[in-house]
C-alpha cells in the first residue's frame, strides 16, 4: 500500500508541475527588442524591419505570422545565399526554444513590409503584431531609421 500511496503523490505532485509550468509559459511572452524599420532612400512599396525576438519563457515559442495597422501585408522572411546568390523566402513559422531569442538582421531573417499605407518619416514608430501558435498575440514597437553605415 504504501507503494501504492508514493506513486500516487508522485503523479500528483507531476501533474501540479506540470499545470504550473504550462500556466507560467502562458503568462511569460516573448518580446522584440531593439526593433527597427529600414528607410529606405526614396518611397517603396516594400520596407524591411529587424530586432530580435528574445523568448525568456521555459517553454518554446512559435510565431506563425505577423500584421501592422501601418502596411498592407507584413510577413517574415529570410535570405540565404545559394550557389553564390541570395535569395529570399517567405518562412511559414519562427521557432524561439526557452530562454533563447532570434536575431532580425539585414542579409538574414527579417519581417518584410509592405504596401505602407502611407509615408514614414525617420523617428516615427511602426507598430507590429506577432500572432503565436498558441493564439496569443504580441505588440512590438519598431522604430523608423535609416541604416547604420
Not at 506540470?18 to 526614396?42: F, H, I, N, T
Not at 532570434?102 to 514614414?120: E, V
Not at 507598430?127 to 512590438?140: A, C, H, P, T, Y
Amino acid at each position: 500500500m504504501r507503494a501504492g500511496r508514493k506513486l500516487a503523490k508522485c503523479a500528483v505532485a507531476l501533474l501540479l508541475t506540470a499545470a504550473a509550468l504550462q500556466a507560467s509559459a502562458k503568462e511569460c511572452a516573448p518580446a522584440m527588442k531593439e526593433g527597427w524599420v529600414r528607410l529606405p532612400p526614396a518611397a517603396m512599396p516594400m520596407m524591411a524591419g529587424f530586432g530580435r525576438i528574445a523568448n525568456p519563457c521555459p517553454m518554446p515559442v512559435v510565431i506563425i505570422s505577423a500584421s501592422s495597422p501601418a502596411f498592407g501585408e507584413v510577413s517574415i522572411h529570410e535570405t540565404r545565399n545559394v550557389d553564390g546568390v541570395n535569395r529570399m523566402r517567405e518562412i511559414e513559422q519562427l521557432r524561439i526554444a526557452p530562454d533563447d531569442s532570434a536575431t532580425l538582421k539585414p542579409g538574414g531573417l527579417h519581417l518584410m513590409l509592405m504596401q505602407p499605407r502611407a509615408p514614414l518619416k525617420e523617428g516615427s514608430k511602426v507598430v507590429v503584431n506577432f500572432k503565436l501558435q498558441d493564439g496569443r498575440e504580441i505588440l512590438s514597437e519598431l522604430v523608423v531609421r535609416k541604416p547604420v553605415p
